[in-house]
Structure formats: C-alpha cells, structure tokens
C-alpha cells in the first residue's frame, strides 16, 4: 500500500486540507515583511555633509530637497577655501551629515550614518542577513527531519516573533544586524517546513498547490509591505509594525498539525493513523480498513537515518541534487537581486516596491497551468524568461528608465514564476527520507545566492553592467541544465533513495500500482461500498 493511495482515501484535497493551507499561508505573509522591510528600513535618503553648510542648514530646518538637487557639492566631504591660492580643498567630514526627511523620519541608515565610507556596512548587514537564512536552512531542515515538521515551525514563528521585535529596539549597528541574522534564521524554519507539510498532506493532482498557494500569500505580503511602509516613515516603528502581529499565531499549538507521512517513515504509525482518522472525519470519509496503514511503509520501514551526504551518495540522486542546488541558487540570486534593486529604477519607491508585488500574481497564476503539464520544461522556460529579460537590459540606454523598468518586470516576472516551480520540482523529486533535508540543503545554496545579490549589487556604482551580466546568465546556465532533470508531473512520490535510482527501469505495471489516478483526489474501495470520486 502506498501512502498517496491512503492520503487519496481520507480525502487528499479536501477540508482538511484547505484549512491547513490557512495556517501555512499566514505565516508567509508576515515573512514578505521581514524579507523586504530592509528596503525602506535601510533606505540611503538623499544627504551633505553637515560642514558644508550654513547654521541654519545644519539644524536640519532648511528645505533640503532643492538644495541637494542643485548643489555640486560631495556628499562625503567638504570644501574650505583656502587663504593661500584661493583655492577648495576637500576635507573629510567629520560632523556628520544632514539628510533629507522627506521620504524617511529614520532608517538604520541615517540613524548610524551608513553612509560614504561606511555605506558598505549597510549592503554587508543585508548580507548577514541572507547568511541567516543559510544557516537556518540546515539547521532547521535537518531539525524537522529529525523531530518533525510541525514541531520546527512552531519553534521558527515564535524565534522570529522575538528576535522580530527586539530588532526594533536595537541599540547600536552591531547588534541590529546579530538579531537580523536570527530572523533571517527562523524565515528559511518558516519557509521550508510551511511548504513540505503542506505537500505531504496533499494528492498526487493537487499537491503543487502547496507550494504556488504559499506563493501568492508571500506576494500578498510584499505588496502590503509597500503600504504599511508609506504609513510608517520611522525605522523603528515599522520594525515593529511588522514583527509583532506574529504573536497572534500563539493558536498554531492548538490547530497545525503534524505529517502523517513524516509519522509513517518514522515508524510511529498509531499517531500517523489517528491524524488520518481525524482527516478523514474532517473530509467527510472514513478510513477504510481494507487500505490497512498499518502495513504501509513509507521510506521502506528502514531505521536507518539518513543524511545529507545521501543526497550525493548515488548516480542519479547525486546528478538531480546538484543540478537542483544550483537552480536554487539561481533564482534567489536573481530574484533578490532584482528586488533589493529597485531604488536604482528611478521611480517612487513605494509604487515600485508594490508593482514588483503585484507581478508576482500573474507570475504565480500561470504556474498553475503550465506546471500540470511538465515540470521540467516550465521550470527551464522560465528561467530563461527571466535571464534573457536581464540581458536585454544591456541593450538599452541608461536614460530610458519606462524601458529599463519594464524589462526588470519581465525579468521578475520569470524569476518569480521559476521560483513557484522549483519549490514543487523540488519536493517531487527529493525521496521522502530526504525530502526536508534536500529542500534545507538547496535552501542554502539558494541562500548563497540571497549573500551574493547585496554584493554584486554594489558593484554597479563602479560598473553598471556587470550585475546584470551576472543575473541574466546565470539563469540563462539553468534553464539549460533544468532539461536534464527527470519529469515528474502526475508521478508518484518517491519514498527512498532506492525510488530515485529506479525511477527509469519502473515497469508500467509497477507505476500503475504505484500511481494514484491524475484526476482523483480520492480513492476508495472497488467494492461498490466506496467509489473513485473526482474532487476537480
């Protein structure tokens, strides 16, 4: 007996289910908040140094904007004539800077003067930041392989929660950044286990919905933050704005549930049968005792416990792992490359912020119909999309910002699309033994490329060109090496490393036994007591 024929009995998309993509998707929306609050919290508004002005400009109660926009004047030094041959020298400043408090009450930035030789501190503080979600990409993977999917989420939203809101009342630089760090821990905790417990309570058909339904609340979450940053101009204050609704979610004790399917390979079957029962119940089934779970095995009934390194131990599992790492690599660089980019359009920020937003709807929309037909080719197309739109960047001029501005859309709209695609490849093409550790493990190569994306952005200020070299051929590379993955659409979820090894010498017999039908979401006795019923 195989677990998605089980999971297809008790209803593998029905209540159950969609109450549970609640609970996973509210989370996601608070994580688009932490993930792009840096944008406004970290903003470079327009600044001169202090010396360099009058007495009246250096209490800050000058109309500054015009001033700045006519002056030639450095905004990192100052200019003292000198009594000798007349002439200015420029002098280092050392009083400070005056900033323009038009857009932002505060940021980090003008709070701690990230500016002239120490604006690198503030792409190094983004950098940490995504170093965080590196490390909480293997700590927290292997974590919920070991204790279970439900367990480290809950323990990732209360961590975020916290370190959320102390980040707000941080006293100094160094500190801000050590406890960004923390968040950005807990969001790849959030992100990874949200997604697999969604995939592993869900049918063959509907399962990809796990990964595009989170999507579309990370891409809610993204235009709102756009909004609450426009009411909110203090740094501080928006830090918190964002942080403490994570409080609310205390209930998540009470109503998230654990992985039947995690239960099974972990041979604790009566608590994955009493959680099966309950779906069943609250799908309106029953669990047929004829399906008998407890003669299930899921992983192979084997004790022994797996680790990363299996994910290269073997041939095919090896090739498919690298090749997935990389693509995870990719779109984050990309994605965030893009995104932590956008003051560089030249357009309102907060407007630009919220259409970036807005794109990934779409982006998301026809994942779910192009993605039913193959996983790999759309996985490949989009990646191209989204490299290509980058390259053509280079074509056109500096001055033609509406051009470059739409181009950067496409090329958002392709990176986002693949990103929805590579979470689904991802969890189908990962065996269950392997499937948490293999999303942590790529969630930190993808998280390199989260490291990178601040890095590379600061080399545009010495060449425009390069960033956008870098993120148009790197997914260009992807789209490539995605067409030497296998097709996984309508297959059956592997269980063990052996699965994957086997997956070409299948025989069509053994993946019809396997196979849950592509059109139903339920399965039930043949006996005429229960019928195959469609859940479309």
């Given at each position: 007996m195989n677990f998605d024929q089980i999971l297809a009995a008790v209803g593998g998309f029905g209540k159950y289910q969609k109450i549970l993509y609640i609970w996973i998707c509210l989370p996601n929306v608070l994580l688009a908040f932490h993930m792009m609050v840096s944008i406004f919290t970290g903003a470079t508004p327009p600044h001169l140094c202090r010396d360099s002005l009058?007495?009246?400009?250096?209490?800050?109660?000058?109309?500054?904007?015009?001033?700045?926009?006519?002056?030639?004047?450095?905004?990192c030094s100052w200019?003292?004539?000198?009594?000798?041959?007349?002439?200015?020298?420029?002098?280092?400043?050392?009083?400070?800077?005056?900033?323009?408090?038009?857009?932002?009450?505060?940021t980090t930035v003008t709070e701690w003067d990230l500016v002239c030789e120490n604006a690198r501190l503030n792409s190094i503080g983004s950098s940490i930041y995504m170093f965080g979600l590196l490390v909480g990409s293997v700590v927290f993977g292997s974590l919920a392989d070991r204790y279970g999917r439900r367990l480290i989420l809950l323990l990732s939203i209360a961590l975020q929660t916290v370190f959320g809101v102390a980040v707000a009342f941080a006293p100094n630089f160094t500190v801000y950044v050590m406890l960004r760090f923390v968040v950005?821990?807990?969001?790849?905790?959030?992100?990874?286990?949200?997604?697999?417990?969604?995939?592993?309570?869900?049918?063959?058909?509907?399962?990809?919905?796990?990964?595009?339904?989170?999507?579309?609340?990370?891409?809610?979450g993204y235009m709102m933050i756009a909004g609450i940053a426009y009411l909110i101009r203090d740094w501080r204050k928006l830090q918190l704005a964002i942080s403490a609704p994570g409080f609310l979610l205390i209930f998540y004790i009470w109503v998230l549930p654990q992985s039947a399917r995690w239960l099974l390979a972990n041979n604790r079957k009566d608590e994955a049968i009493a959680l099966l029962r309950k779906a069943a119940l609250v799908n309106g089934r029953e669990l047929p005792p004829t399906l008998q779970v407890e003669k299930c095995e899921v992983g192979g009934g084997s004790k022994h416990r797996h680790t990363a390194l299996d994910l290269v131990r073997t041939p095919k599992m090896r090739k498919r792992a690298l090749i997935l790492f990389y693509i995870w690599f990719v779109n984050v660089l990309v994605y965030y490359g893009l995104s932590l980019g956008v003051s560089r359009l030249g357009t309102n920020l907060y407007l630009t912020q919220f259409v970036f937003g807005l794109v990934e709807i779409p982006a998301r929309s026809i994942v779910l119909f192009v993605?039913?037909?193959?996983?790999?080719?759309?996985?490949?197309?989009?990646?191209a999309v989204g490299g290509l739109a980058c390259l053509f960047m280079l074509a056109v001029p500096?001055?033609?910002?509406?051009?470059?501005?739409?181009?950067?859309?496409?090329?958002?709209?392709?990176?986002?699309?693949?990103?929805?695609?590579?979470?689904?490849?991802?969890?189908?093409?990962?065996?269950?033994?392997?499937?948490q550790t293999g999303i942590g493990v790529s969630s930190m190569f993808a998280r390199m490329g989260g490291v990178l994306a601040p890095i590379i952005n600061m080399i545009h200020s010495h060449s425009p060109t390069t960033p956008l070299v870098i993120f148009g051929t790197a997914p260009v590379l992807g789209a490539v090496l995605a067409l030497m993955l296998p097709e996984t659409a309508d297959k059956p979820l592997p269980d063990t490393v052996?699965?994957?090894?086997?997956?070409?010498?299948?025989?069509?017999?053994?993946?019809?036994?396997?196979?849950?039908?592509?059109?139903?979401?339920?399965?039930?006795?043949?006996?005429?007591?229960h019928h195959l019923r469609s859940n479309m």
């Open positions: 009058d007495p009246v400009a250096r209490n800050g109660t000058f109309d500054y904007t015009p001033l700045i926009l006519n002056s030639s004047e450095d905004s200019s003292e004539r000198s009594l000798q041959d007349n002439r200015s020298a420029p002098l280092r400043c050392v009083h400070g800077w005056v900033y323009s408090n038009e857009t932002f009450q505060s950005g821990a807990t969001i790849s905790g959030v992100i990874i286990n949200a997604f697999v417990l969604g995939t592993e309570w869900t049918c063959t058909k509907r399962r990809m919905l796990a990964g595009i339904t989170t999507d579309y609340a990370f891409g809610l993605l039913p037909f193959s996983r790999r080719f759309s996985q490949s197309g989009f990646l500096a001055d033609q910002s509406n051009m470059l501005t739409g181009l950067a859309m496409v090329g958002k709209f392709g990176i986002t699309a693949s990103f929805a695609v590579v979470y689904v490849y991802t969890a189908e093409i990962f065996p269950t033994v392997l499937r052996e699965d994957v090894e086997n997956w070409n010498t299948r025989t069509p017999a053994d993946i019809e036994k396997l196979k849950v039908p592509a059109d139903m979401c339920e399965l039930t006795d043949k006996t005429g007591e």
